[in-house]
């Protein structure tokens, strides 16, 4: 299982993703700067773990062929088509010798299917589902998905979530992802949120105890 993590959770009427932004080979660290989330379109997105090379060119592939469809057709895919191209291309792989070593979460929102989060995993299986993660962290996150998930979650809500599981991940798993990007996708486009880190935790935990102080 990968050392990185990447999250997502579908809301009433938006999808976000959170993904840590560290690069490491084996037990040597790189840089702390990597999104691991990619733009597919105005309404979609990409998030991949994996083998470095593997995520770039796959994803990239991914994006160009898409972009591709958007200028001769003049839409873009809908997510589940989306979804379904890309695990198509990845399953392809597999039985070449250029097999890729990724892992996927792709959010969208179309205007008649409204928000979408799909899996899809390094074999090419797809799936359609409300809260998913890849890699080491997404084992600590699956009780709090279970417990705080609802149909209809609004913005807050499903950044809040996210937030819980980042808090988890960074105190019990033993590698250090010290920070996430997030990023969500609804009605309005795709746009990046604010990064959640200790930084932003400790300054939430200052806040709750200056109100619980001051109500006191």
Known sequence: MAMETILGVKGADCVMLACDTMQAKSVMFIRDD????????????????????????????????LQQYKIVNGYHLSPSSAAHFTRKNLAD????????????????????????????????ASQAINHAGHGLGSMFCGSIFQRYWKPDLNPKETYDILKMCVTEVQKRLVINLRNFDVFVVDKNGSRQLESINPACLNADALCISVSVTGNT
């Open 34 to 65: 990597q999104s691991k989330i990619h733009r597919l379109s105005d309404f979609a997105m990409l998030a991949a773990i994996g083998d470095g090379g593997d995520t770039l060119q796959f994803t990239d592939y991914i994006s160009k062929h």
């Open 93 to 124: 792989y597999i039985r070449t010798n250029t097999r890729y070593q990724v892992s996927m979460l792709l959010a969208g929102y179309d205007v008649r299917e409204g928000p979408a989060l799909h899996y899809i995993d390094s074999l090419g």
